[in-house]
């Protein structure tokens, strides 16, 4: 069974960067749409980055020119590169991978902090 693993988060004061990674096993990450969400404390998730089949790309506004998701196919990896981070950024970050039929995939989700 394909499994999705998150890594990279951490605590980081505001204004800091962090690089996630999301890392599959026993299949090709470059068959699925990959997108981060993240879920805040008392709040719904909601849709971060997206990175389609075709390189398209799509980011909430709210983190439009901070964040940046991409690929590396040699290592079936997908990115978050954040930026400029903000306290309202602090969330739980998870990885989701879905094709056009079956289930969507989800990973553990790693912990993001932004606080001084």
């Known amino acids: 069974q394909v499994q999705l693993v998150e890594s990279g988060g951490g605590l980081v004061q505001p204004g800091g960067s962090l690089r996630l990674s999301c890392a599959a096993s026993?299949?090709?990450?470059?068959?699925?749409?990959v997108s981060w969400y993240r879920q805040a404390s008392g709040k719904q998730r909601e849709m971060v980055a997206s990175?389609?089949?075709?390189?398209?790309?799509n980011y909430a506004e709210s983190v439009k020119d901070r964040f940046t998701i991409s690929r590396d196919s040699t290592k079936n990896m997908v990115y978050l590169q954040m930026n400029t981070l903000k306290p309202e950024d602090t969330a739980v970050y998870l990885c989701n991978a879905r094709k056009l039929v079956g289930a969507p995939l989800w990973g553990q989700g790693t912990q993001v902090t932004v606080s001084s």
């Open positions: 026993k299949s090709a990450l470059s068959m699925y749409t």
């Open positions: 990175s389609g089949v075709n390189g398209m790309t």
